[in-house]
């Protein structure tokens, strides 16, 4: 998949299109940077994997991205996290939308935002970030992709995107799928009807 104005010019359309759902409760707000990047003339988005030692989903594949700090908008937050956790700074002007929120069994209620984010140079905080990942979009337009499952604790199907020969989990396989499905092919597909893994749950 390209990277240039043709598919930027076509995932503001379609997200602009979207009308997203926004979190209802009690849940502690977060935001994560789905960042789209150029990569050899290709068009990728950035991964990580969270450091081993983090007391909380240690090792786990995510989207960079964290807490909502008083007084930010799911934006900011998501604009803030990205230059924390892997050293890419860039504007308000790369915002082109924002995806459904997702609620996790965690307590939080994550707003995904879309970052048009172009060429990169990374610099990730060992603190944070055990590894980053440039992923080709166009590894999320697989046949096998999304896999679900289902487990006796939930009557939601646990959903998961391959990559990387493993499977990424929701929540982030959830941001990964709704970004396919809405950002890419301009489909209105929800995604809170989809469960997480145990592992996930705490």
Do not use: K
């Amino acid at each position: 998949m390209t990277f240039g104005d043709t598919l930027r010019s076509a995932i503001v359309a379609n997200l602009s299109a979207f009308q997203r759902q926004e979190a209802t409760g009690p849940a502690r707000s977060a935001a994560v940077a789905f960042a789209i990047i150029e990569d050899g003339g290709s068009a990728s988005f950035l991964l990580t994997r969270r450091a081993l030692h983090l007391t909380h989903h240690p090792g786990q594949f995510a989207l960079p991205g964290g807490r909502i700090d008083p007084g930010e908008s799911a934006a900011e937050a998501a604009l803030r996290e990205m230059e924390e956790e892997v050293g890419v700074r860039v504007g308000g002007d790369a915002v082109l939308g924002c995806l459904d929120d997702f609620t996790t069994r965690s307590g939080f209620a994550i707003t995904p935002v879309v970052l048009w984010v172009g060429e990169a140079v990374l610099h990730p905080d060992p603190r944070e970030v055990h590894a980053i990942f440039r992923v080709p979009l166009v590894e999320l337009d697989r046949d096998d992709a999304p896999r679900l499952t289902e487990i006796p604790q939930s009557d939601r199907p646990v959903l998961s995107m391959p990559l990387f020969g493993d499977y990424i989990y929701a929540p982030t396989a959830v941001f990964l799928y709704q970004f396919r499905e809405v950002a890419l092919r301009g489909q209105a597909t929800r995604v809170d009807h989809y469960e997480q893994p145990l592992f996930a749950w705490r």
